[in-house]
């Protein structure tokens, strides 16, 4: 029902995404680190330009590191650094957290993407494992100070991409999605004082806790978590800025995807053996969730219907109509968007708000690198379940140097093993997960 417009609308809204969002690096930069063709003796050129690049992080003045950077991201958009990063992977790391630990908020934003960007490369495994490990304490106390929403945010982005990349426990994914949640919706005390984020601070933060919320099985967080998180995401929806709401609105759809409101509503409703639990605090709690789920439901089908105000764009409006009408499709028919995107000349599906999120937020992060990326990156390939055609695979591996074949295509490489880590991790995931083929009921008689 609705699928086949479903699938135009969400096509136009990836399309129409500002692929310019992402940290930016210096024409200088770009036209010093320009594609070239893969060969071992232009590795060698290209490797040389990123260990000036490397060397040159190293120097006082803080202008220099920020032009540093700024040319590291460029290659790693413009090129999959396999060779250069099993070479000098703990350098790049180390020294780009030194850039979060003292630079300015421009070097703190660069050096973040420079780590997202070392964590795709690398790709699932104890390297990317040791990226997340090592950047969490950095980046959460960088975090403490939110003057800055252009670093806030790429700091929060920075952590979405190592999480996702690089978590091997629930704990840990759980770890990072707390340090944004506190964020959002701080827990107040003697020593924490409210601070009132921008809509763009907001917007962020929310779309990356939902973007490490689709690696999660939602049954493993608990029931309290849960309420607290649904409650506040349904507070968003009535926020002036249109893209506060539609951040909230697929977080909530995908809250809803993973079957968690059910889990949690159930856990009120009944007690172990099966029956319905006795005492006004079971009772009043099984209330507030059918009536939060009634609330949740009210606020989708108004903000589907919005009409334009004083100060709106059309294109802002039609974004919110056409994204809170997946979201209402789906909560009373249990359909998700389905997406079909161009890349190259192959077609990328997705069908899920799961997959949906995931896309959204990869494509703003790697801005115009994504192309590249999803063409040549084995990593983001699994995630997506996306397999360029022969052509575009031979002539990556035409390409590919002789260290990024060692690194890349042997069956003891660190790529094979960390694809066959992300794998298992996904299936272990799609077990417990009753993804996208429900309707989400609205009433006593569905819980």
């Known amino acids: 029902m609705g699928k086949r417009n479903n699938q135009r609308k969400n096509k136009a809204m990836l399309d129409s995404d500002d692929e310019n969002s992402s940290v930016s690096s210096s024409s200088t930069a770009r036209s010093d680190l320009m594609s070239v063709s893969g060969t071992d003796e232009v590795q060698v050129d290209k490797d040389s330009l990123l260990e000036q690049a490397l060397d040159a992080l190293y120097e006082k003045r803080g202008s220099t590191r920020e032009k540093a950077l700024a040319?590291?991201?460029?290659?790693?958009?413009?090129?999959?650094?396999?060779?250069?990063?099993?070479?000098?992977?703990?350098?790049?790391?180390?020294?780009?957290?030194?850039?979060?630990?003292?630079?300015?908020?421009?070097?703190?934003?660069?050096?973040?993407?420079?780590?997202?960007?070392?964590?795709?490369?690398?790709?699932?495994?104890?390297?990317?494992?040791?990226i997340l490990e090592e950047s969490v304490i950095p980046i959460s106390q960088a975090l403490k100070s939110l003057s800055d929403s252009l670093k806030t945010v790429s700091l929060v982005e920075c952590l979405a991409i190592v999480t996702f990349v690089g978590a091997t426990k629930t704990e840990e994914t759980e770890r990072s999605m707390q340090i944004m949640w506190q964020l959002l919706h701080p827990k107040l005390g003697s020593n924490v004082v409210a601070v009132k984020l921008p809509a763009a601070v907001i917007t962020a933060v929310v779309s990356a806790w939902a973007f490490?919320?689709?690696?999660?099985?939602?049954?493993?967080?608990?029931?309290?978590?849960?309420?607290?998180?649904?409650?506040?995401?349904?507070?968003?929806?009535?926020?002036?800025?249109?893209?506060?709401?539609?951040?909230?609105?697929?977080?909530?759809?995908?809250?809803f995807e993973t079957g968690s409101i059910e889990k949690f509503a159930t856990e009120n409703k009944t007690t172990p053996d099966g029956s319905v639990p006795e005492g006004n605090k079971s009772r009043e709690g099984y209330a507030h969730i059918l009536g939060l789920k009634s609330k949740i439901l009210n606020q989708v089908r108004s903000l589907s219907a919005e009409a334009g105000g004083k100060g709106s764009t059309k294109k802002d409006l039609n974004s919110q109509r056409n994204l809170?009408?997946?979201?209402?499709?789906?909560?009373?028919?249990?359909?998700?968007?389905?997406?079909?995107?161009?890349?190259?000349?192959?077609?990328?599906?997705?069908?899920?708000?799961?997959?949906?999120?995931?896309?959204?937020?990869?494509?703003?992060?790697l801005g115009g690198g994504f192309i590249k990326h999803m063409q040549?990156?084995?990593?983001?390939?699994?995630?997506?379940?996306?397999?360029?055609?022969?052509?575009?695979?031979?002539?990556?591996?035409?390409?590919?140097?002789?260290?990024?074949?060692?690194?890349?295509?042997?069956?003891?490489?660190?790529?094979?093993?960390?694809?066959?880590?992300?794998?298992?991790?996904?299936?272990?995931?799609?077990?417990?997960?009753?993804?996208?083929?429900?309707?989400?009921?609205?009433?006593?008689?569905?819980?």
């Open 71 to 130: 040319a590291i991201i460029d290659a790693f958009n413009t090129n999959l650094q396999h060779q250069f990063v099993e070479k000098k992977f703990a350098t790049l790391l180390h020294l780009c957290l030194n850039s979060i630990k003292k630079g300015s908020s421009k070097e703190i934003s660069l050096a973040c993407h420079a780590i997202g960007l070392l964590a795709l490369t690398v790709g699932s495994g104890d390297n990317a494992h040791e």
């Open 212 to 255: 490490i919320l689709t690696t999660m099985d939602g049954c493993s967080l608990n029931s309290k978590d849960w309420q607290e998180y649904i409650s506040y995401l349904s507070t968003l929806l009535d926020k002036d800025d249109r893209s506060v709401r539609i951040a909230s609105g697929e977080a909530l759809a995908l809250i």
């Open 324 to 365: 809170f009408k997946d979201v209402l499709e789906f909560l009373e028919d249990g359909y998700a968007p389905d997406i079909s995107m161009k890349i190259g000349g192959d077609s990328l599906q997705t069908s899920t708000w799961s997959e949906f999120i995931k896309l959204n937020f990869m494509k703003h992060f």
């Open 376 to 447: 040549d990156n084995e990593f983001l390939q699994v995630v997506f379940g996306f397999t360029p055609k022969r052509k575009h695979l031979l002539g990556a591996e035409h390409q590919m140097s002789s260290g990024e074949k060692r690194m890349f295509r042997s069956p003891n490489s660190i790529q094979n093993k960390a694809r066959t880590q992300f794998l298992n991790k996904q299936r272990m995931l799609s077990k417990d997960r009753n993804v996208g083929h429900f309707a989400v009921g609205m009433g006593d008689e569905d819980m």
